[in-house]
């Protein structure tokens, strides 16, 4: 690891700490040479699974992709970072177990929409008008309706 001060290639590992349930570990390393003290997280990469877009483009699954369009989805909402992250993962967790290779962006929107309408029902249809791409107020209102009549929200 390079010293992102002077870009001496050797440090020492002075503290390290599991993250994230065990999914990860961050690790506080010095510098050998100018002593500088930085931070480095290291997490395990299941599987290198690619995102199928809708325009049949491809790109590489990106969980902090994932993790925006949650945090945007709960902005002003009474949830807390640990519930976030914890969705993230589960979101993940339901892509690896599903998806050998690649993975429909379209699924991925229906995985984070069952998780957050388990978590904050208001997160749930704000996520899903962006998705969704609602044209009218009447959509809108339809999707809200979801919720009284038991039926899972899908199209």
Known sequence: MRCPRCSFPDDKVVDSRSIRDGAGIRRRRECLSCGHRFTTHEEIIQVELKVV???????????????RGVEKACWKRNISQEEIDSLVRKVVSDIEASYDREVPAADIGNFIMRHLRELDKVAYVRFASVYRDFQDVDEFINEIRTFGSGKNGKK
């Not at 877009?53 to 993790?67: G, M, V, W």
């Open 53 to 67: 877009k809708r325009d049949q483009t491809r790109q590489d699954l990106d969980s902090e992709k994932i993790r």
